[in-house]
């Protein structure tokens, strides 16, 4: 919906639900840079086959990540402004910005984090804009447990998804059994739905059709119907 008011304009947005009694996160990305997730230290991020912005006339919103969080920990979201802000003509970084988020007093705001970086850098050339979840509990770590990546014929024939099996850890001969699945399944039904079940184990990989209907025709019909 928010495409076709854009014009020639691109837009960023990122997604996320918290459920505190499961203690899950779960985001969704388009443009956005993956939130750095802080245990005791940074949780490794998988950024292959991340979705583009709203605006680049490419689908977008094809990938959603659910991590368990069981203890004390801190997510942070954030526009690609902090990174790309310039320290003595270097680019910030994620890196950077990791030793920052971790150097934060117990309590700090998303304030506190972009006056931080905003110490730190000589030149920010672009918009700055962050969100902190802070979580309290014990010192487990977080772990991410599922990838979903959503597939059509023109993703599997890209080399990003290559790469994206590759970054699972898959060994070459595993990745290209996937890949002959993944292309087998998309011939069939159009689209499909890549399932990684990660945990603390080997991934599992679950290959689905991508059966979801667009609510946009019945709403419409729905309209009609009730004289709206």
Do not use: W
């Not at 919103?61 to 991590?67: A, D």
């Amino acid at each position: 919906m928010l495409e076709r008011q854009l014009g020639e304009s691109l837009a960023t947005v990122v997604l996320a639900a918290y459920d505190p009694r499961e203690r899950m996160l779960v985001y969704s990305s388009a443009g956005h840079p993956p939130p750095i997730l802080m245990g005791s230290g940074p949780l490794p991020t998988i950024t292959a086959c991340s979705a583009p912005p709203i605006g680049a006339a490419q689908p977008t919103g094809t990938r959603q990540t659910t991590v368990s969080i069981p203890g004390g920990s801190v997510a942070c979201f954030y526009t690609d402004g902090l990174i790309e802000s310039r320290v003595r003509g270097e680019l910030f970084g994620s890196r950077r910005l990791e030793r920052v988020i971790a150097g934060l007093p117990a309590g700090s705001s998303a304030r506190d984090l972009l006056d931080r970086v905003d110490e730190e850098a000589d030149t920010r050339p672009d918009d700055m804009a962050a969100c902190l979840l802070s979580i309290e509990g014990s010192p487990a770590e977080p772990v991410v447990l599922l990838e979903e990546l959503e597939l059509d014929h023109r993703e599997v024939q890209r080399s990003r998804l290559e790469r994206f099996l590759s970054s699972l850890g898959l060994a070459e001969p595993e990745a290209q059994e996937v890949l002959r699945s993944v292309r087998a399944s998309v011939a069939r039904n159009g689209k499909v739905m890549l399932e990684v079940h990660l945990g603390q184990g080997r991934p599992e990989i679950v290959v689905k059709p991508q059966n979801i209907s667009i609510l946009e025709p019945s709403l419409r019909e729905s309209a009609r119907a009730g004289g709206m």
